[in-house]
């Protein structure tokens, strides 16, 4: 009988793959480096490093960013899009509206769009805005149309967005029936199959994006199917999604979309997990990997939700969690601008990486600062397999940073955390303070490889009572996604106001929708005795733009939704009004229940921290802001109810946690560091 589940999650710099045993309860953990030219390969290298055998494997979960990556680095396939004729030029004319990151800037222009002009083609046929028919589809058109993209513009994919579709999916199908007939190779999207929702562009762009990174995403996957068989895996291959929870690889390769924000999803779906493990219901997660930061809050037990999503400038209507995402990672480049010091976007990645990976990188990065400020130890790096070139990192500092900013290689190093910290807390003050919320009432939950370095000194500064870390940070992704139930979100279109709405109709339309939940679940081999409807209602006051998600009862009653939505008006904006509400969507999430992996509780220790001191090293120490003596602790040695205070390092080998002066540290029963003592 198999036993053995396995997580990966691709990362800008590293690959982390993490094993569980359900017989014991024993998780193992290796990295390998990314791929990126062919990332299936740094997957199957890091499984390798594993030793797991996968005959034994009864699970393989996975999160990945190469949709998104694809989107960013514009490496997806040609792609085509057929709409109503007249409104060819949706897609590529979109909103008005600027990025709030670039208000103020007069010269700011979009990036290149995904498509070419002479890519798109309008055809005749049309739905008013209830879904009745004004005019027939022009099949003809739809294959002359098709004809024009495949065979003399070279398109290999094809999106199919037709105005109001939303409402009746027939002419989309009949288009995407007579195209695969004519082409077969050619990949088809369309909107209905993807969101059932109004807004003709923000529909538009989601399907062109599908579209766009559908063939590389399949051949993706197909790969990494076939190397995993090839090594003796026939368990169940599952991909996690953007919005939580995962599907298997078949629905993936359908609807790749889902997956663009799927690696930082592990580490939401598992702070969610042990946020009621460890009783903490309020929990901001601070992830910090290779290229990017991204943060989110878990509120009352459950991570915050959106159902739309940003890449670039291109609106995708997908649930995904309300993430906060910067360019500042372990690989992100510090640099120079008119004499002041900048850190990120820009990213060394996986090739050629830092300059203390010694792979060819010339540029000083996030990574080579730590290593001259002494927290990561250059002979225990990724627990020694990797060693890396301190003396080079320094010189690069030197070099680029420290002299011409007529400041030392140390303190050079020291101004680079210090600028990454401003960025972090702008981006945490974005899912908190903007929002109404205090940060000082959450604890901070601190994961990936580079997430423990900078945590402490977050919580110092925004006044954050705690510090969380847990076993094996860099590899937490991982690890939540072997606690992510198999999920599938549908919905439906209203806009009518609540007072107005039947209640019959809407009843009516529920469980249309939850029968096509439950399909989706069978469809992935859940038992019905672990599916999990869930209906929810999006609703805004009307006249407003922006709405709010509230869930629904079994009972559909106008007065309990009117209160849910008021209860949590108040929570978000801080005022509720007797104003009509609006319903927009009805939304369903079908759940699969999974078994989650345990929290193992270890027996207590001495008390004495000492068997884990591996000796004292100079390191630089923010809270004196001066290079001080550490003590350095092997996390492995230590055991629950130890405690000791900064400053100190927590080495594990693939990551580090820096404990300022002034912040003590204690090891829970879970064997997690409580980082505790900051003051604002």
């Not at 598992?270 to 990997?289: K, M, N, P, V």
């Amino acid at each position: 009988m198999t036993h053995l589940r396995l997580a990966v999650d691709i990362g800008g710099t590293f690959v982390d793959a993490m094993e569980l045993d359900t017989r014991t309860g024993e998780v193992r953990f290796r990295k390998a480096s990314t791929t990126p030219a062919r990332p299936w390969e740094g997957v199957l290298d890091a499984v390798s490093a594993l030793g797991t055998d996968l005959a034994e494997a009864e699970l393989f979960i996975h999160g990945t960013t190469l949709g998104l990556n694809a989107v960013l680095e514009r490496r997806g396939e040609p792609t085509g899009l057929i709409t109503n004729d007249g409104f060819r030029d949706i897609f590529l004319i979109g909103r008005g509206n600027v990025p709030s990151d670039h208000m103020y800037d007069f010269q700011y222009q979009r990036p290149p769009s995904l498509l070419r002009r002479r890519h798109t083609a309008g055809v005749r046929g049309r739905l008013d805005y209830k879904g009745r028919v004004v005019e027939e589809l022009d099949l003809d058109g739809v294959r002359a149309a098709a004809r024009t993209l495949v065979e003399e513009h070279g398109v290999v994919s094809i999106a199919v967005c037709f105005l109001h579709s939303f409402l009746d999916p027939a002419h989309e199908r009949e288009a995407a029936r007579v195209i695969r007939e004519a082409y077969p190779d050619v990949t088809v999207s369309i909107s209905t199959d993807i969101v059932r929702e109004y807004r003709e562009y923000e529909r538009t762009s989601t399907t062109v994006l599908d579209a766009y990174i559908r063939p590389i995403f399949e051949r993706y996957v197909d790969e990494l199917e076939r190397g995993l068989a090839e090594r003796g895996f026939a368990g169940r291959f599952l991909i996690m999604r953007s919005g939580g929870g995962s599907m298997t690889s078949a629905v993936a390769k359908t609807s790749p979309t889902h997956t663009v924000l799927s690696g930082p999803a592990g580490g939401i779906v598992g702070a969610a997990h042990i946020a009621g493990e460890l009783g903490r219901r309020d929990l901001l997660t601070f992830d910090i990997g290779g290229t990017s930061l991204d943060a989110c809050m878990i509120e009352r037990g459950a991570a915050v939700a959106a159902y739309e999503a940003q890449l670039e400038h291109f609106p995708l209507l997908i649930p995904t969690y309300d993430i906060r995402t910067i360019g500042a990672g372990g690989g992100s480049i510090a640099w120079l601008e008119r004499g002041l010091l900048k850190v990120g976007p820009h990213s060394a990645g996986a090739d050629p990486g830092p300059v203390c990976y010694g792979r060819g990188g010339t540029r000083p990065t996030v990574t080579d600062a730590a290593v001259v400020l002494g927290f990561v130890d250059p002979a225990r790096f990724l627990g020694g397999d990797m060693a890396l070139h301190a003396d080079a990192a320094r010189e690069a500092l030197r070099e680029q940073i420290a002299e011409p900013l007529g400041l030392s290689p140390v303190a050079a190093a020291a101004g680079v955390f210090d600028v990454l910290l401003a960025k972090t807390v702008g981006a945490v003050r974005q899912i908190t303070v903007e929002r109404g919320h205090d940060p000082r009432g959450f604890s901070l939950l601190a994961f990936g490889g580079a997430g423990p370095l900078l945590a402490p000194l977050l919580a110092a500064e925004m006044g954050i009572g705690e510090v969380i870390v847990p076993f094996a940070p860099s590899g937490f992704s991982a690890w939540g996604m072997l606690s992510a139930d198999i999920v599938d979100d549908f919905s439906r279109t209203v806009m009518a106001t609540l007072d107005d709405a039947d209640l019959e109709d809407l009843e009516s339309r529920f469980k249309d929708i939850e029968a096509e939940a439950v399909a989706s679940l069978e469809g992935q081999d859940v038992p019905p005795d672990r599916m999990v409807l869930e209906r929810q209602f999006e609703l805004r006051y009307l006249g407003q733009e922006h709405s709010l998600i509230v869930t629904a009862g079994g009972a559909l009653d106008r007065a309990a939704i009117r209160r849910a939505f008021e209860e949590t008006h108040l929570a978000r904006y801080g005022h509720a009004m007797d104003n009509p509400l609006q319903i927009l969507n009805l939304r369903v999430r079908g759940i699969g229940r999974t078994a989650r992996p345990e929290l193992v509780t270890r027996p207590p220790g001495d008390g004495d921290p000492g068997r884990a001191l591996l000796g004292r090293r100079e390191a630089y120490d923010f809270g004196a802001r001066a290079v001080v003596p550490f003590d350095v602790y092997d996390r492995a040695l230590l055991e629950p109810g130890d405690a000791f205070a900064g400053p100190a390092l927590v080495d594990e080998g693939t990551s580090t946690t820096v404990v300022p002066s002034g912040q003590r540290v204690e090891v829970d029963p879970h064997g997690y560091l409580l980082v505790t003592g900051v003051t604002a």
